[in-house]
């Protein structure tokens, strides 16, 4: 085992060699990858390798960059319209910040730990399209911190009432964004609440932070799930032999853009890979949002291959490595770790939204299903969603990061074998 402490800067002088700053462009400014503008920052890193199941992280000493709180205005079609209908007349779905003079940008700025998450409360446009709001409860970065959604009608639940498609006859669906581009916190939709809101993960009773392994800085995509959609546990997925992982499918949305936590965005599939995820299967879908520039050029996997050299490769080597520092084994993969293609991704999206009508219909489900959704055993009413937003946690201060969320991780290549 062997620390190596290094200081920030030649660490990015480095990395400018690296695949991400090369093809994904990268800011080399210090904001842009954790460490706020002029202050000092020193790193202690650690090498691990699998083998030995080593999994010490030391941590570093640098003073830590807080991301902004977003709010967010997000319109879409009436829900559970016609399917084949596109979300916006023009097929788009958009979204705009509703911003105060206390917001800042995503990237690049810093947000006071004293500053409070804010409660987004707006007016609806009167227009035939339906408006809705995300709603921030609780503190970033703790465990109350809770992100809602608000329609027209009251709050809706993001995973049941979203539509899945965003054109069915292009092929174009709706993804919800849990975790942008470059950030560490492990959000996702709380399958098991009332409402079903981003929430941050946790583990052994504190919230969950991925670990940076080299050369990447978080999350190396925008992560998030597609709505109407879920990988059924009792179902044994004849490719891999594992069993769904109870969760909606994830999506990796490889454009350009850094997008905000609880977007939707519109994106078209373009392929997926199996990972195999302590035992069970957790199917990757890789997308891209359908108004990046280069997104008319890809329309299959071999198109990422292509236009963005290294990604896919990239994209397996992250998901196979991510916890080790955590002390965990490497993950494993279906299909050798070789992605399938558009229609085979196609395929298993409507496997999974067959397996979500059926849970939604169940009348004593494990996870949480009411909803708006017409066939729904359990229906959401505009005063029960005021109720559980009533039962939450009032907007606090964002609480401080963990002292190694920016240290980076080295995996030997020993420990990939």
Not at 232 to 256: F, L, M, Q, R, Y
Request: with cysteine; hydrophobic share 35%; charged share 20%.
């Amino acid at each position: 085992m062997i620390g190596i402490g290094l200081n920030r800067q030649s660490i990015q002088s480095r990395c400018l060699c690296s695949f991400w700053l090369q093809q994904m462009g990268c800011a080399t400014s210090s904001s842009r990858i954790g460490q706020a503008q002029g202050q000092p920052h020193r790193e202690v890193t650690q090498v691990i390798d699998l083998k030995q199941h080593n999994a010490a992280v030391r941590p570093s000493t640098s003073q830590k960059i807080f991301t902004p709180t977003n709010v967010q205005r997000i319109e879409v079609k009436p829900l559970h319209s016609n399917s084949t209908a596109p979300i916006l007349s023009d097929g788009r779905i958009s979204y705009r910040d509703i911003r105060s003079a206390s917001l800042h940008s995503l990237a690049g700025s810093v947000t006071s730990p004293r500053r409070g998450v804010s409660s987004a409360s707006r007016s609806m446009a009167s227009s035939g399209d339906m408006h809705f709001e995300v709603v921030e409860r609780g503190s970033l970065y703790g465990l109350d911190y809770r992100l809602y959604f608000k329609g027209p009608n009251g709050f809706i639940s993001p995973w049941h009432d979203i539509p899945l498609y965003a054109n069915e006859a292009n092929n174009t669906f709706n993804m919800i964004v849990e975790i942008p581009r470059w950030t560490n916190a492990k959000m996702e939709m709380a399958t098991a609440e009332p409402l079903n809101p981003i929430k941050q993960d946790e583990k052994k009773g504190l919230p969950r932070f991925v670990h940076n392994i080299f050369p990447y800085k978080g999350y190396i995509w925008n992560y998030g799930a597609l709505p109407q959609t879920w990988e059924d546990p009792n179902h044994v997925v004849p490719e891999t032999g594992a069993k769904g992982d109870n969760d909606p499918i994830d999506v990796i949305e490889i454009g350009s853009k850094v997008h905000k936590r609880g977007a939707v965005v519109q994106v078209k599939i373009l392929g997926t890979v199996a990972l195999i995820d302590e035992g069970e299967t957790d199917w990757k879908l890789v997308a891209i949002d359908v108004n990046d520039p280069v997104a008319a050029q890809l329309n299959d996997i071999e198109d990422v291959n292509k236009h963005f050299p290294g990604l896919l490769s990239a994209s397996v080597e992250w998901f196979r490595v991510y916890k080790i520092p955590a002390g965990k084994p490497a993950n494993q993969f279906g299909f050798d770790g070789n992605f399938k293609d558009k229609e085979f991704a196609l395929r298993v999206i409507l496997e999974t939204h067959e397996y979500w009508k059926k849970l939604v219909k169940e009348p004593s489900p494990k996870l949480n299903t009411t909803s708006q959704v017409p066939d729904a055993a359990h229906h959401l009413t505009a005063d029960f969603g005021k109720e559980v937003i009533s039962k939450s946690a009032e907007p606090g201060p964002v609480k401080p990061l963990p002292d190694d969320v920016d240290t980076w991780h080295f995996v030997s290549a020993t420990a990939k074998l």
